[in-house]
């Protein structure tokens, strides 16, 4: 009796919240969406297509155990491991594009020509822990 | 997470390189002054305003002339051809170009008309600017894209003999027709309302294109009958479609760092589906074949099978 007059009134719907948080930590490292048109900057004078472009990003916190999740080197681990052991001057590992795909521009040049052009790493499409 | 930035800003010069960096490109002895910030100058366009460095520096690279319509409407046509709503390029193994460029004629050029007995002979004075070349971009084919507006009613097939000169310029600048390299061209169209034709002159072109030339002189005459010699129909009076003076399309790989190279990465998903594609440094040659692997490469996917 003691111990159940300790624990916290949790309603039983709450139970699942309540694990969630050791599932899944909070905000963790993973793609998010971002969707500009170059009307935006300015740009649509001389970039003639796409209209819009969606580069993504990468946002959230590195786990302690990273491992195969992100496909992160050994050394992801390490670096923790100073951060929380030795030195917190040591950042934290990152959360950075992994991998990328390509983009293809049509744009306008100074002298009236035109260009197709397709440049390679301008969408981020995975994410990892640097 | 690639080393690749030090490689590029390492890399000597080989992006865009403004007219006024010319010379610095043609002579090594001209460098930059150490100042200046090489790897921003040499940028392409889009990667320079990326990089922000303020809108008074990229201003210069709003385009100052405005294109031919009819071009851009052809450009736009091929980036539908070529890649997807979002920009992403098409996997589409048979095109090997990362980059087409086109280039109408300057301006000062005249279009003049010759009657002969057999009818007006369209002949017309071509100077291409290819300054926006870059040195790590390589010609794969070139090609004259004729625009046929046929407001006027013409007959539904046509036979167009088309010759074409380069003329070389003195070291004054003058235009003087030495003994032109010439090459004519018989083609057979069926000509429907805005008709493009495209003509292959890319043998033609490449001894000029592969020197860096960065202007092309040529003389082009043009002459269209009605009828169609293959079903021996006979050849009657000449037609007079003025075409539009021709672009010059150039369909280029560039071998930047910068630039997108399908072959790298199809070749890789083939080999490693699993493995996160990483760059390898192999050198693409300039025709599309792809260079052979280094040996040590061989026998590291032996050890690997």
Avoid at chain 2, 218 to 244: I, R, S, Y
Wanted: aromatic share 8%.
């Amino acid at each position: 009796d003691e111990n159940l007059k300790e624990a916290p009134a949790t309603q039983p719907y709450n139970l699942s919240e309540y694990f969630k948080q050791f599932l899944f930590p909070q905000n963790e490292c993973e793609l998010h969406n971002f969707r500009l048109s170059f009307s935006q900057l300015k740009w649509d004078k001389w970039i003639i297509a796409p209209h819009r472009y969606s580069p993504q990003y990468c946002k959230g916190d590195c786990p302690r155990v990273v491992g195969h999740r992100y496909g992160s080197p050994v050394h992801t681990m390490v670096q923790n491991l100073i951060y929380e052991k030795l030195d917190s001057s040591v950042p934290k590992p990152s959360c950075v594009p992994a991998e990328y795909s390509p983009l293809s521009v049509l744009t306008i040049e100074p002298d009236g020509s035109i260009v197709y052009k397709e440049y390679e790493d301008m969408i981020a499409t995975k994410c990892t822990c640097r | 997470p690639h080393s690749r930035g030090r490689a590029a800003s390492d890399r000597t010069s080989g992006f865009l390189v403004a007219p006024e960096d010319n010379a610095s490109e043609l002579n090594p002895l001209l460098q930059l002054p150490k100042g200046v910030r090489r790897g921003y100058a040499l940028l392409p366009p889009l990667l320079k305003v990326l990089s922000d460095r303020g809108p008074q520096n990229w201003e210069s690279e709003v385009p100052r002339l405005q294109p031919d319509s009819r071009a851009l409407r052809y450009m736009k046509r091929l980036y539908k051809m070529s890649a997807t709503k979002e920009g992403i390029p098409k996997a589409n193994k048979s095109h090997l170009y990362n980059t087409v460029r086109l280039f109408t004629p300057c301006s000062e050029c005249k279009h003049r008309h010759r009657d002969l007995m057999k009818g007006d002979v369209h002949s017309v004075d071509l100077l291409f600017n290819l300054d926006r070349v870059t040195a790590l971009e390589y010609l794969l084919k070139s090609v004259l894209l004729y625009s046929f507006d046929t407001s006027v009613p013409v007959s539904p097939s046509l036979t167009c003999t088309c010759h074409l000169s380069v003329k070389e310029q003195d070291s004054s600048g003058q235009v003087c027709p030495s003994i032109p390299h010439s090459i004519a061209f018989s083609l057979h169209l069926e000509v429907k309302k805005r008709k493009w034709v495209e003509i292959d002159v890319t043998s033609f072109l490449q001894p000029l294109i592969a020197t860096k030339r960065r202007n092309i002189h040529m003389g082009v005459n043009f002459t269209c009958l009605m009828g169609d010699p293959q079903q021996n129909t006979k050849l009657e009076n000449p037609v007079n479609v003025a075409p539009v003076p021709p672009s010059l399309l150039l369909y280029l790989n560039d071998t930047s760092e910068q630039a997108y190279h399908r072959w790298n990465s199809l070749r890789h998903i083939r080999k490693n589906p699993r493995r996160p594609r990483q760059r390898n440094g192999l050198r693409v040659d300039p025709t599309g074949d792809i260079g052979k692997e280094p040996s040590q490469g061989k026998r590291a996917s032996r050890q690997r099978r």
